[in-house]
Structure formats: structure tokens, C-alpha cells
């Protein structure tokens, strides 16, 4: 079983409503594993097409994660969820998760606005912490959307976390989780030296972005002359 590992779970010590919960729930595992190379794929396509027609990559790589089968069922019992698939879908929206890492700060709201461009695409929630960052200095453009993904019995329709980021968003909350949360750091220390350096990666973000502006300015002009 290629489970096996990731599934800790005593079922000695579960009730059989319980283990039989549990199998529905790895059922849906792989249907959320499918919702995520949909995004994906999705996501790749329009990557390409810019490259095609305006000469750049918006996306620099793409990370996904999937919750365990463990994890969801943990979380399901803490919010006092039954175990069912029909809960789960109802209330557990971060089971999928794609994470889109973008040259540019413009670029994340490019793909954004291609993204939810398509017809099969619904956005259910929207939360910008770049234009409004969180507290600790967390800058990211978190969507959840769901995606039809269709098996022999059916079509279903599935919610993926995205968190769109730029390069230097994403090294920040990298180390920032590291220095904060591993003990690196004094706790208000950490939290000053994080935002600190939260808005210094904000203001080369910027810069970055013009310089790479004017550069696709002259580029374009130097085609035309030719």
C-alpha cells in the first residue's frame, strides 16, 4: 500500500464508523491528487502561451502539496466534523494546494486574471495580502477556486488552495517560518527583523518590476525598428 507511510493512524483503536470513515476519505485523496494536475496543467498552458506570444514566463515553477489522509481526518475530528466525504467537501477547503511562484509582482495578478478567465474555473474565496500584507510583513495573493475533474463515474467539482507569490515573497515566508517557529530567533526580535525585511524584499520587488519594464520597452521598440 503506498499509503502505508503516511498513515500512522492505530485502527485498533478506532471505532468501526471510524476506520470506515477513513476509507472514504483515501477514496477522495486521490480525487483531490486529480484536482491539483488539473490546476496545474492549467497553469502550465498559460505559462507557455505568454512565452509564445509576449516573449515571457510569468510563472518561474510551481509546488503543490496534498494533505495526508491523516492530517484530514485529524482535522475533520478537531472541528468535530463527521467522517464523511460530503463534510469534508463541505468544510475542509486547503485539502489541495498549488503554489505559483512569479518573476514579477504584475505577473501574479496576470495569471490571476487568466486563470479565473475560464469558464470552468470558480472562484469561491479571495484573500490579497499584497496589497493589504498581514501584520508579521506576509505577502502572498491567496484564491481557492474549484475545478470540474471528471472520472468514469462522473464529474466533480473540487476546491484547490492557491497561493500566488513572487520569488522574493516566497523566500521570506520559507525562512521566515524557519527563524520564527524553530526557536532561531527571539520571538519579538524575529517578528521585527521579519517585517523589517518583509519590506525591504517589498521595495526590490518594485524595483525589479520596472527594471524589467523598461527593459521589455526597449526590446519592443527595438523590434519595431527593425
Given at each position: 500500500?503506498?499509503?502505508?507511510d503516511s498513515m500512522p493512524l492505530d485502527f485498533r483503536t478506532m471505532t468501526g464508523s471510524e476506520q470506515g470513515g477513513l476509507?472514504?476519505?483515501?477514496h477522495v485523496f486521490y480525487a483531490y491528487s486529480a484536482a491539483i494536475r488539473q490546476v496545474s496543467t492549467k497553469l502550465e498552458?498559460?505559462?507557455h502561451e505568454y512565452q509564445v506570444l509576449h516573449d515571457h514566463n510569468p510563472v518561474h515553477h510551481l509546488e503543490s502539496r496534498l494533505k495526508t489522509p491523516t492530517?484530514?481526518?485529524?482535522?475533520?475530528?478537531?472541528?468535530?466534523?463527521?467522517?464523511?466525504?460530503?463534510?469534508?467537501?463541505?468544510?475542509i477547503t486547503d485539502i489541495a494546494g498549488v503554489?505559483?511562484?512569479?518573476?514579477?509582482?504584475?505577473?501574479i495578478y496576470t495569471v490571476r486574471s487568466a486563470l479565473l478567465a475560464q469558464d470552468d474555473v470558480q472562484l469561491v474565496r479571495e484573500r490579497d495580502y499584497i496589497k493589504e500584507p498581514k501584520p508579521n510583513g506576509y505577502r502572498s495573493l491567496h484564491l481557492i477556486?474549484?475545478?470540474?475533474?471528471?472520472?468514469?463515474?462522473?464529474?466533480e467539482h473540487l476546491p484547490v488552495e492557491i497561493q500566488l507569490r513572487t520569488i522574493g515573497m516566497d523566500m521570506w515566508a520559507?525562512?521566515?517560518?524557519e527563524l520564527c517557529y524553530k526557536g532561531a530567533l527571539d520571538a519579538s526580535e524575529a517578528a521585527r527583523e521579519m517585517k523589517e525585511c518583509a519590506e525591504m524584499i517589498a521595495a526590490a520587488d518594485l524595483k525589479m518590476q520596472s527594471a524589467f519594464q523598461k527593459l521589455h520597452q526597449q526590446s519592443l521598440a527595438a523590434g519595431n525598428e527593425n
Open positions: 500500500n503506498p499509503l502505508s476509507g472514504s476519505l483515501l498552458i498559460l505559462d492530517s484530514i481526518y485529524e482535522k475533520m475530528l478537531r472541528k468535530g466534523l463527521p467522517i464523511t466525504k460530503q463534510a469534508m467537501r463541505a468544510h503554489r505559483v511562484i512569479c518573476r514579477y509582482r504584475e505577473d477556486v474549484r475545478v470540474p475533474v471528471f472520472f468514469s463515474s462522473g464529474v520559507c525562512l521566515e517560518h
